[in-house]
């Protein structure tokens, strides 16, 4: 299958701090990425849909000047949480699939985010 | 909008037996796709097989099988001759085909795999 690398997969930071997590397709080009927020034992939800050149589509209740994308090449997108709070602590996961007719995904191997 | 449920939180299987986790989905569209993910303890979120809603034939991919029942609007995957490594947490999701849509997921079945 497709590779995608995510970066880091762990960050602890302070309250008040911005971390910037990064999210390549390695062997294929993504017009569309796709970033997710997982809690414990719980299911993925959809945060925003990353479009190549231009501004992300954000979930309902997903602020988005907390949580800023760009998608600025075929091959990044990232996502950074700025002003970080202890409820942003979670794990973070990227997608992107080069099958678009299928819309097989493939998945980064997330990031863990402690927020201090 | 499109749904997914899985109504088994949890699930037991011994080595080498097959085992069936099940999905039932909810979509008003025709052209959509279906798809299983694994996601062991590490976190990563493995994609294991894909079914179109016009292909005929279930699809399978080496021990996985997707057991596609359209009218029943179900899509269950079935594990055969499991393995220890086969123990994680397992989704379902759905999107609509044609464009880079999104990804609806079910909330998931964790399947332990015992000697």
């Known amino acids: 299958g497709a590779v995608v690398s995510q970066h880091p997969s762990w960050v602890i930071c302070k309250s008040g701090t911005s971390v910037k997590i990064e999210c390549r397709s390695l062997d294929f080009q993504a017009t569309t990425m796709f970033w997710y927020r997982q809690f414990p034992k719980q299911s993925l939800m959809l945060m925003a849909t990353?479009?190549?050149?231009?501004?992300?589509?954000?979930e309902q209740g997903v602020e988005k000047d907390k949580f800023l994308i760009n998608h600025a090449s075929l091959t990044l997108s990232t996502l950074t949480v700025t002003s970080a709070h202890p409820e942003d602590s979670s794990f973070y996961i990227c997608?992107?699939?080069?099958?678009?007719?299928?819309?097989?995904?493939?998945f980064g191997a997330g990031t863990r985010l402690s927020v201090l | 909008a499109q749904k997914i449920t899985q109504t088994q939180p949890g699930m037991f299987v011994q080595e080498k037996e097959a085992v069936t986790l099940d999905c039932t989905y909810d979509t008003s569209d025709q052209s959509y796709g279906l798809f299983w993910y694994k996601q062991p303890s590490s976190g990563e979120m493995i994609f294991l097989i894909y079914q179109g809603s016009y292909d005929e034939q279930n699809a399978t991919e080496g021990r996985y099988s997707l057991n596609f029942q359209k009218a029943r609007k179900s899509a269950n995957l079935v594990i055969s001759a499991s393995q220890l490594g086969d123990s994680a947490m397992y989704f379902c999701a759905m999107s609509l085909t044609g464009t880079a849509s999104k990804l609806t997921f079910g909330t998931g079945t964790r399947l332990q795999v015992t000697l």
């Open positions: 997608s992107a699939g080069p099958h678009i007719a299928k819309n097989i995904q493939y």
């Open positions: 990353s479009n190549e050149g231009s501004k992300a589509t954000y």
